[in-house]
């Protein structure tokens, strides 16, 4: 179930105490089920009830004290505010003797009303009260007294329609059928919008007789927990208005709650309760989870939950013996392996679930304490394939808003940042300044449609890629670093692109460059987002040599 909002009990156009009256004053006989928090209101509204009882025995048992007016009436109202806040149906509420005087009840009237419980039933006992059926000697009310209680109570109230419900103890203290009707009727005249006639008798004889001899002067409503064998068509045929189920819920609360306790604590485990209790879907279900995923997609727009996926499947023979006994995405950046700096920038920025293909020396990644617990997928043809190869092995986890990243690479993460909120089905990030400028041929050069501006204001507008190449040519304008963003539409084209290519012969031959370049053959836009340095990555030992400067390995994560 949802959460309530104050406009879907608008939709209704009825409010809780219009409700309540209704089901009062209807021919059929209604049913209120008892609640004592928020969770069982929630119950008791699923499970189709169109009333509550707020038991002032279960919500102070509950609350582990006695009902004995030991809560206070705040923190009684505090209880009915998260029952409230948790329901569309409508509320009676136990408020015992009123918590004092004219002059209090009226107060926790006006209270009431604010929270939008429908109605309140006192009692006419003494403060402070004792439940019905634990003294033999009930101290009665005095009947002006009270009288002055339910007026003060209909002068306070805000809500014309809530109910204020007058519960005549006389049966119960042994008082007899005329001293019940004598008050009855005074109760009425002061404005009682029911009477509730209650009994601890364990049959129904008393309270129907008063039924009789009271006639339709007013709704009856009664409480049969002690006369319960009476089959409730005799009061359907008897004509009261409401039967509360007062303190069931909390009866069988107890026992399932002692049962499961008592069995844990004997064999130490749950097996054989398992389906005895609820599943965590139940309970998020009745917590209303839903409706708060529902919420964030509308009020969270900009806080996205992006997949990794790292490209770290190889050696990198150019540092020959460096990479002897490791991938070269773990060699050490002053005191920190590279892939561990990498995934720390991706945590830091929103990425839900990093998965790294790996694929050479496997296994000091998977011993790597702060990397064993990210989705390691093993690439285990690593020596004979390409980037594409170990990129397809993640091809499922391309979904969604996702991240592609090569392994070796380190940036600040203000590039991370600046990707993340770069418009576009597919976004790779270049570089502008080319790092190896005499070298003819390097990898991942691209060229764009048009240059860097040099302007970051003038780069609000991503460049568009047109192709990438391994050799310098003229036209380049920048340097891809392996680092690329899709959303949920550009995960699938490039899902869709890779498994295309997958039924190439050299597929195992191929590079990220030739994915993009097919992906411009075949008409897909990519957004460019360009960079000017403030990022690093290793294929040599010079490259090493600069990542392990100390002001730059600082900087970094
Ligand atoms: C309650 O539920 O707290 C009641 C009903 O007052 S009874 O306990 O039956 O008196
Ligand atoms: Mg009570």
Known sequence: MAIIHAKDIGIRKISKSQLLKKELNSKELSFLMEAHNGLTAKIVETSGFKGIWASGLSISTALGVRDSNEASWTQILDVLEFMSDATTIPILVDGDTGYGNFNNFRRLVSKLCQRKIAGVCIEDKQYPKSNSFVKKYQKLADIDEFCGKIQAGKDMQDDDNFSIVARVEALIAGWGIGEAIKRAEAYCKAGADAILIHSSKDNAN??????????????????????HKTPTNIFKKAGFSTVIWANHSLRASIKAIQDVTNHLIKKESIKGLENKISSLNEVFELAGNDELYEAEKKYLLEKKNYNAIVL????????????????????????????????????????????????????????????????????????????????????????????????????????????????????????????????????????CDREFTGNYLLESKPAILKSVHNELKKKITGQWIGLLKTNSKGSKILRNQIHALSKNKNFKNLAMPDLFNNLIKNKIKINVLYIAGQWLDVNDAFDLAEARKVSWAKSFN
Not at 339 to 347: A, G, N, V, Y
Request: aromatic share 6%.
């Open 206 to 227: 008393e309270i129907l007789k008063f039924k009789k001899e009271w006639g339709n002067k007013s709704p009856v409503i009664i409480i049969p927990t002690t006369y």
């Open 312 to 447: 770290a499947a190889s050696r990198g023979h150019q540092l020959k013996h460096l990479t002897k006994n490791k991938p070269k995405c773990m060699l050490d950046i002053q005191g920190k392996p590279l892939l561990e700096r990498l995934t720390s920038t991706l945590k830091k920025d929103n990425i839900g679930k990093i998965s790294i293909v790996s694929g050479y020396k496997n296994n000091v990644i998977e011993n790597n304490n702060n990397l064993s617990n990210l989705n390691i997928i093993q690439n285990k043809d690593h020596a004979k394939t390409g980037e594409l190869f170990s990129l397809n092995k993640s091809a499922d986890e391309i979904k969604d808003d996702c991240i592609v990243t090569y392994g070796d690479i380190v940036f600040r993460k203000y590039i991370l940042d600046a990707l993340l909120s770069t418009k576009g089905e597919i976004v790779i990030v270049v570089d502008a300044l080319l790092k190896n400028k005499g070298k003819k041929s390097q990898k991942d050069l691209v060229i």
